[in-house]
């Protein structure tokens, strides 16, 4: 098997150059998500998650119980990322 190494910099998508090779001032690359943004859908997971246990041990373990665990996920996910957008906006 032959490995072809080369010293020529890559060619490609531009996304993935070095650092050294970008002109955005040095900077490294960005995430998808800015650390805010994080923090909500992080905050939103946790809370969905807390409420959907609660109600899938109040409810009792049966098909009702986790179909309404998953609604009160759900629910809560949303609302928590709606009140946290409207308190930190």
């Known amino acids: 098997m032959t490995t072809r190494v080369s010293d020529d910099p890559p060619q490609g998508n531009p996304r993935y150059q070095s650092v050294t090779e970008t002109s955005d001032g040095g900077q490294g690359p960005r995430g ?52 946290l957008l409207t308190i930190i906006a």
């Open 32 to 83: 998808l998500l800015s650390a805010r943004s994080a923090a909500i859908i992080g905050t939103s997971f946790l809370v969905a998650l807390i409420a959907g246990v609660l109600t899938y041990l109040a409810l009792g373990r049966s098909a009702a119980g986790v179909a309404g665990a998953l609604l009160a996920a759900g629910t809560a996910f949303a609302g928590t990322i709606r009140l």
